[in-house]
């Protein structure tokens, strides 16, 4: 497997420092640079390049209401690792906020993280509430998948080793992904579509889970991405926990028990789900803070080692 090209500048943006306060003034679009449309690719490279911005459609996204590069179009913002360092694995980054933002406090510890540990990241900048309603944010997750894994050969990466990784309510994102998946459209005129859907793998940071059940449900997420009156079988289709099959990939699963915005208790039947099906996977349920904790050490050493038990 070829290694990923090297980014035009000397040293990927990967690999330098980035402070609390850069990440707290981070354009959605693009996550430390500010962004206008002109910088949008608007179809695959022949090469990666670090921090390219790709967009997910040529034209409009489905259902796009605008043409603000911020809002109304997804994106994929490209982490490179270290020249000669890549895996050939890749992940799909879906970062938190409520479904209301995309919370660069996630994306860019994220992409740097699994950059550095030669994995090549892609953020993904999904649209939101409360322009956006379901299933606007899910095609944007199901595209981020194809998108890469359609492009992975020409950018020597390993078509079969593409995973997602989610925060809260991306968390919900990249958990819907790996659980909604199909195997493309083969007979579809837009190369991307005839690609797979489906994750190798899923990493999900205390996500939001189900939608159905008001006891442990994060009322927030499900109003931006439902609506205040969604129908009961649609918060069934989107609680992800019951959508669990055999077909679901691996997964590493870490939620905190002192998280209070994010009941445990989805993490819980999720993996209870992952369980009754005979899928594997590695639940962190400890007390190591409060929601929302990012990348820290209490669990992304034992995500990297897992990551490297599945060939990443």
Same mark, same amino acid.
């Given at each position: 497997?070829? !290694?990923? =090209? ?7 943006? *990967?690999? %330098?420092? $980035? ?6 003034a @981070? ?8 962004a206008d ?11 990666l390049e670090?921090?390219?911005?790709l ?31 890549? !895996?050939? =694995? ?7 906020? *409520?479904? %209301?933002? $995309? ?6 510890? @994220? ?12 953020i ?16 944007d ?13 020409a950018w ?17 994102l990249?958990s ?5 998946f ?7 005129t ?19 889970m ?14 931006s991405?439902?609506?205040?009156n ?40 999720y993996?209870d ?15 190591i ?13 034992q ?10």
């Amino acid at each position: 497997m070829p !290694t990923v =090209a090297p980014a035009t500048s000397a040293t990927p943006f *990967a690999q %330098t420092t $980035v402070t609390t306060a850069q990440i707290n003034a @981070a354009s959605t679009v693009f996550f430390v640079l500010n962004a206008d449309a002109s910088k949008i690719l608007p179809s695959p490279p022949k090469q990666l390049e670090d921090l390219q911005i790709l967009r997910l459609w040529a034209g409009p996204a489905p259902l796009q209401q605008g043409d603000n590069p911020a809002a109304d179009t997804p994106t994929l913002t490209v982490y490179l690792p270290p020249y000669g360092k890549a !895996t050939g =694995a890749a992940m799909v980054i879906c970062p938190g906020g *409520a479904y %209301t933002h $995309v919370s660069p406090r996630e994306g860019i510890p @994220a992409g740097q993280w699994l950059a550095k540990n030669g994995i090549t990241a892609f953020i993904l900048n999904y649209r939101v509430g409360p322009k956006y309603r379901y299933p606007a944010e899910t095609d944007d997750g199901l595209r981020a998948m194809r998108y890469v894994r359609a492009n992975a050969v020409a950018w020597g990466l390993d078509p079969q080793r593409i995973g997602i990784i989610g925060f809260s309510a991306g968390g919900h994102l990249a958990s819907y992904v790996a659980t909604h998946f199909d195997p493309g459209k083969p007979d579809d005129t837009d190369p991307i579509e005839r690609a797979s859907s489906r994750p190798d793998l899923q990493i999900l940071l205390y996500p939001v889970m189900t939608m159905s059940d008001n006891a442990i449900v994060e009322r927030g997420s499900r109003s931006s991405l439902l609506g205040a009156n969604p129908a009961p079988e649609l918060l069934d289709l989107l609680s992800n926990e019951k959508q669990v099959t055999k077909d679901t990939p691996p997964a590493f699963v870490c939620h905190s028990t002192q998280d209070n915005t994010v009941p445990i208790a989805n993490s819980d039947r999720y993996t209870d789900a992952l369980a009754k099906n005979n899928v594997p996977y590695v639940f962190i349920r400890e007390p190591i803070g409060g929601h929302g904790f990012g990348i820290t050490d209490a669990w992304s050493g034992q995500a990297m080692a897992w990551l490297r038990t599945q060939k990443f």
